[in-house]
């Protein structure tokens, strides 16, 4: 039987990445995108031309009756209610915390975090309805552990989804749902690349396996938290990091 997975903040980056790897393993996939058509109909594209189904739509993440639309929206496409769901679409802003601007803050805030808890509400409350289980994962960061600076509204919304993912796990578990967390390590998208183009060359040299990540790198451990071999996970964080936050800061060779 055919799975609908949903994912959040999908057009571009470890998002793309997670909607082809889905559709890849057979499911069909709905996404979300904020103001990013021409991505999402790429996306699209490249799902049918490999033989999947996937469907962008437009929705804030962060905006409760928009992300009760866009559920709407997926189950009426789809017509059932999702069997996963990625919490994936995030923000950042880049500034010494001092500096950062109140609305800034807010922004990300109410995009990574928020949007994480509107989405698994509406997600699970959808699970729960239908009298059926599900997996939800969040994609949190390496922040989830050590402090980043310049990133302090983006290390306080991926500290925090970890922590959501916990209790969530706690709640929801009695109805079948399991929720979980991917902590990425240092990954090359666009986005990465774009901020800074050695970007590949610094992070190899930091990260133990000597390679930085690729989206798929993240793709294969959500595709296994959502899946049967997965079933008695909950309320965990995965590192997909290379052994990159492992190691501590250790002055002798390794």
């Known amino acids: 039987m055919t799975k609908l ?15 082809e790897a889905f559709a890849t393993a057979g499911y069909r ?5 904020f103001n990013d058509q021409a991505g999402a109909v790429a996306v699209e594209a490249d799902v049918t031309e490999r033989g999947g189904q996937a469907r962008g ?18 189950v009426d496409w789809a017509g059932m209610v999702p069997d996963v769901l990625v919490n994936n679409a995030g923000i950042q802003t880049w500034s010494p915390l001092l500096d950062l601007p109140e609305e800034a803050w807010n922004r990300v805030i109410r995009t990574n975090l928020t949007g994480t808890f509107l989405n ?11 009298g059926k289980g599900g997996a939800i994962v969040n994609i949190g960061s390496g922040c989830n552990k050590l402090a980043f600076p310049r990133l ?20 929801l578990g009695p109805q079948g749902i399991r929720v ?7 990954i090359i998208t666009e986005r990465t690349l774009e901020e800074a183009p050695d970007y590949e060359e610094t992070w190899s040299k930091l990260t133990p396996l000597r390679r930085a990540g690729q989206p798929a790198d993240i793709a294969s451990a959500v595709l296994f938290l ?20 492992s190691q501590p800061q250790w002055p002798y060779p390794v």
Not at 58 to 74: L, N, Q, S
Not at 180 to 186: E, M, T
């Open 29 to 33: 996939v709905a996404f979300s995108h």
């Open 180 to 186: 979980n967390c991917v902590a990425p390590g240092a």
């Open 120 to 130: 698994t509400k509406a997600a699970a409350r959808r699970m729960v309805d239908a």
């Open 5 to 19: 997975a949903v994912v959040t903040g999908g057009s571009s980056g470890i998002g793309r990445g997670l909607v």
């Open 57 to 74: 739509f437009a929705a804030d993440a962060g905006e409760g009756e928009a992300v009760d639309r866009f559920f709407d929206a997926v």
């Open 152 to 171: 302090v509204d983006y290390t306080a919304s991926k500290g925090g989804i970890e922590q959501f993912t916990k209790v969530a796990a706690v709640e």
């Open 226 to 245: 959502s899946g049967d071999n997965a079933a008695f996970i909950t309320g965990q964080t995965i590192w997909v990091d290379g052994g990159l936050f």
